[in-house]
């Protein structure tokens, strides 16, 4: 997992990519668990709201890459991640899914979903926002103007912000977690790819 920070998701002003992207892409080339040889190579893989900086980097790598969403045109499948009906059990390697879970309505059942479609041994990759010292996830669905979940939640379609329980809630829905933010690389690769917010 890669966490990005609330309101600190500060995009690269040399290639405009965002702190998740960069993480990633540095988890890829420099963290062994999650190398592109052990996730990506080979692997049938489906990829909810996915951006072109990641689409062009690991599509072809795979076996079987596929993009899907629920609301926007222009991907391969119409999918809500609540309820994919239409995908078989145990059907993808890798299914990510980067700053995703702040806008789906039952993101518990969506995590449900996705550990339901992946194959024995397979990995969820999941980046969201998540508020510092926030013990518990918040989430209020009397709060529907775009300003007042600006204001609570970190932008305008957000549905929640997470807190430090989501690992416990995530692992509670199967998973076993691989949690990787900037402290697992060496300060000068933290400091080439900013891989820090900026404060």
């Known amino acids: ?13 040399k290639c405009s990519s965002s702190i998740r992207h ?13 190398s592109f040889e052990r996730i990506i190579n080979n692997k049938d893989i489906l990829h909810f709201a996915a951006e072109k900086i990641i689409s062009n980097l ?23 991640m609540s309820n994919m009906a239409e995908v078989q059990d145990a059907s993808f390697d890798i299914i990510m899914a980067m700053d995703v879970l702040e806008h789906v309505p039952d993101y518990k059942k969506a995590l449900e979903e996705v550990y ?16 510092d010292n926030l013990l518990e996830t918040y989430e209020d669905s009397n709060i529907v103007t775009p300003k007042g979940r600006k204001e609570h939640f ?31 690389f060496p300060n000068n690769i933290r400091e080439k790819n900013v891989l820090f917010p900026l404060v």
């Not at 960069?22 to 999650?34: C, D, H, P, T, Y």
């Not at 690992?167 to 998973?175: A, D, L, M, P």
Request: with cysteine.
């Open 116 to 131: 339901r479609v992946l194959k024995p041994g397979g990995f969820g990759i999941f980046t969201f926002p998540q508020k």
């Open 22 to 34: 960069r993480l990633f892409i540095g988890a890829l080339q420099n963290i062994k668990e999650v």
């Open 154 to 184: 970190g932008q305008e379609d957000h549905l929640r912000i997470f807190g430090d329980d989501i690992s416990k809630i995530i692992e509670n829905k199967g998973f076993h977690l691989n949690i990787v933010d900037e402290s697992k």
């Open 1 to 13: 997992f890669v966490n990005s920070q609330w309101h600190k998701n500060i995009n690269c002003p």
């Open 58 to 80: 690991i599509k072809d790598k795979c076996k079987n890459y596929k993009t899907a969403d629920f609301l926007r045109k222009g991907f391969d499948l119409r999918l809500n």
